[in-house]
């Protein structure tokens, strides 16, 4: 790895500092996160940290070069590169998970609930649906926003062939199924605080659609990898008799 400038430098030898002043700095610890969920193109990263200015991305993504955690790779288009996680970016793994965990078990989930953003929530999901469990036919679920103004109300997931597309504008397919909520419910569920069923219930989540793709749609969207931490949390409070904390 390449040695790093006074600037911003600890200036102590162990390796936790070291360390640090790899990945600590602003943003990097989430463009890291992206690049391990499988980003490697620039517009893909940016999707992940949609409020990271450009030039604040591109800063980083060369000091996690220099730092030896990514590589950068031409592609066949012209002037379009791809990021590659390096054996050394591969090792954060680990600790960008850990990070996560810890977050999902001691930080409250009415903090996390603060920071909603559809466009995040949308392409958390869209990279993390397993097209698996989904029929063998092309499926497009639309999701509905009734909160939002016109521009972002409405996405749609589209799933054919093991290839999942996330589209802001109407694709023009039949849609198999509708999700109209509210940002805030459907964010619950993705991070485990809420069950689909609970917030069904609650007639916070409507589904429109046939019956049997609507039973099945939670099963497609699946949840966050950090999600059973979160219900690990809320199933040791409501057993010591202690009522989860509710967001505000």
């Known amino acids: 790895m390449s040695d790093r ?12 500092a070291m360390a640090a002043e790899v990945i600590c700095s602003r943003w ?4 890291v996160r992206e690049l391990l969920c499988g980003s490697t193109r620039f517009n893909d ?4 940290v949609p409020r990271m200015s450009p030039t604040l991305l591109s800063k980083r993504l060369k000091e996690l070069e220099e730092a030896g955690v990514i590589a950068v790779k031409k592609t066949s288009q012209k002037g379009v590169v791809e990021y590659k996680l390096t ?3 591969e090792e954060l793994r680990g600790i960008v998970m850990s990070l996560g965990v810890w977050g ?6 009415s903090l996390s609930l603060k920071n909603l953003d559809p466009s995040l929530l949308m392409w958390d999901m869209r990279r993390n649906l397993a097209p698996a469990p989904i029929p063998g036919r092309r499926c497009t679920v639309k999701f509905d926003y009734p909160e939002l103004s016109a521009g972002r109300k409405s996405w749609w997931l589209v799933v054919e062939n093991g290839e ?3 589209c802001r504008d109407d694709p023009g397919y039949e849609v198999t ?10 964010t619950e569920i993705w991070t485990g605080d809420l069950l689909p069923e609970q917030a069904v219930e609650r007639r916070e989540v409507r589904v429109q659609g046939g019956a049997r793709d609507a039973r099945s749609v939670w099963r497609w969207i699946g949840a966050s ?3 059973p931490t979160r219900r690990e949390v809320l199933t040791s409070s409501r057993s010591a008799g202690q009522p989860p904390q509710p967001p505000p």
């Open 28 to 31: 990097t610890a989430l463009v």
């Open 164 to 166: 999942v597309d996330l």
């Open 177 to 186: 199924l509708i999700i109209e909520s509210t940002v805030r419910a459907l």
């Open 225 to 227: 990898v950090f999600a």
């Open 45 to 48: 990263l940016r999707r992940g």
């Open 5 to 16: 400038t006074e600037q911003g430098s600890y200036g102590q030898f162990c390796p936790v």
């Open 87 to 89: 054996e050394a970016g």
């Open 104 to 109: 999902q078990r001691w930080v409250e989930s």
